[in-house]
């Protein structure tokens, strides 16, 4: 998803979603980019809009 070559993780939340405290809504993106060294930066908040999903803009 961001294009750096790098594999990342793209996650759905449900109803139970809390991320830095803050509870979000069902059917939102939080995204987890790769560092390259088979770790994963900390989630990212997204929304429900998914048009991104594909890596287009």
């Given at each position: ?35 390259g ?21």
């Amino acid at each position: 998803i961001s294009g750096d070559g790098r594999p990342d993780l793209v996650t759905v939340t449900n109803e139970k979603y809390v991320l830095d405290g803050f509870d979000g809504n069902p059917g939102w993106l939080v995204t987890y980019k790769g560092l390259g060294n088979g770790k994963l930066a900390g989630g990212v908040r997204g929304d429900g809009e998914w048009w991104l999903l594909n890596g287009l803009a």
